[in-house]
């Protein structure tokens, strides 16, 4: 690889691990909510919950609906799919979850020990498409926030991956240009061939080496990867 002096890092997927940190507070929500009284299986729960949140979540990347109605609707949603059309059950459940979830602390495997490496090589940076309240939780509660020069957020820019202005405001912050910065993401459409759309650098990061067509720079399945590479 070149030599960098740039990394911009995705977080969610990326460094902290999504999928486990979700499923401790949807087992609590689970069990606490008394939803094994209307829902015979756990994890049918927790996957009709992850098809609905994600689905939201490509619809608030192209800008169909709003933070608010994100927040408002999975679990509605979710709790719809198994007969349960009770609102106000809806809201407290998912006020539960975005105040518990950002608290979880599981990381990607050898994420603190890879940005131990990187920290002492290169300045690092996040650039994000969370909202931006959780994702500083979810850096402090984990302990990684220190490693981070620049925190990008796509609320304050006002675009989301994979739009190009998101890293251009991104290099413009940290001081980098397209020729000494890489970045590195789980989420092909939003980090990589955002990246490719500013010519920059990219680390395509496929943890489930999910086989794929996709045109990538350089592509890992596990962090510890990096030290490698970089």
């Not at 413009?172 to 397209?178: C, D, L, S, Y």
């Not at 890489?182 to 061939?193: F, K, Q, R, S």
């Not at 890992?220 to 970089?230: D, F, H, P, R, V």
């Given at each position: 690889?070149?030599?960098?002096?740039?990394?911009?890092?995705?977080?969610?997927?990326?460094?902290?691990?999504?999928?486990?940190?979700?499923?401790?507070?949807?087992?609590?929500?689970?069990?606490?909510?008394?939803l094994?009284?209307?829902?015979?299986?756990?994890?049918?729960?927790?996957?009709?919950?992850?098809?609905?949140?994600?689905?939201?979540?490509?619809?608030?990347?192209?800008?169909?609906?709003?933070?608010?109605?994100?927040?408002?609707?999975?679990?509605?949603?979710?709790?719809?799919?198994?007969?349960?059309?009770?609102?106000?059950?809806?809201?407290?459940?998912?006020?539960?979850?975005?105040?518990?979830?950002?608290?979880?602390?599981?990381?990607?495997?050898?994420?603190?020990?890879?940005?131990?490496?990187?920290?002492?090589?290169?300045?690092?940076h996040?650039?994000?498409?969370?909202?931006?309240?959780?994702?500083?939780?979810?850096?402090?509660?984990?302990?990684?926030?220190?490693?981070?020069?620049?925190?990008?957020?796509?609320?304050?820019?006002?675009?989301?991956?994979?739009?190009?202005?998101?890293?251009?405001?991104?290099l413009?912050?940290?001081?980098?240009?397209?020729q000494?910065?890489?970045?590195?993401?789980?989420?092909?459409?939003?980090?990589?061939?955002?990246?490719?759309?500013?010519?920059?650098?990219?680390?395509?990061?496929?943890?489930?080496?999910?086989?794929?067509?996709?045109?990538?720079?350089?592509e890992?399945?596990?962090?510890?990867?990096?030290?490698?590479?970089?």
């Open positions: 690889m070149p030599k960098y002096q740039h990394i911009f890092f995705d977080l969610d997927r990326t460094l902290w691990h999504f999928e486990e940190n979700s499923k401790k507070v949807l087992v609590a929500i689970f069990n606490d909510f008394g094994h009284r209307h829902i015979e299986f756990e994890d049918d729960f927790i996957q009709q919950y992850y098809y609905f949140n994600d689905l939201l979540w490509d619809r608030y990347r192209d800008n169909k609906i709003t933070k608010d109605e994100l927040r408002g609707e999975r679990f509605k949603l979710t709790l719809n799919h198994f007969k349960i059309n009770n609102t106000k059950l809806a809201n407290e459940i998912g006020d539960y979850y975005v105040n518990e979830s950002p608290k979880q602390t599981i990381l990607l495997p050898h994420a603190t020990e890879v940005l131990n490496y990187l920290h002492a090589k290169y300045k690092l996040i650039i994000t498409n969370g909202f931006e309240e959780v994702q500083h939780i979810k850096l402090s509660e984990s302990k990684i926030g220190h490693f981070f020069d620049q925190l990008i957020f796509s609320e304050k820019v006002g675009v989301k991956k994979p739009h190009p202005l998101i890293f251009k405001k991104a413009k912050n940290a001081g980098a240009t397209t000494n910065a890489v970045m590195i993401g789980d989420d092909y459409y939003a980090d990589i061939y955002g990246a490719q759309r500013v010519k920059m650098d990219s680390i395509y990061f496929n943890h489930y080496q999910t086989p794929h067509q996709y045109q990538t720079d350089k890992i399945s596990c962090l510890s990867e990096l030290i490698k590479l970089l």
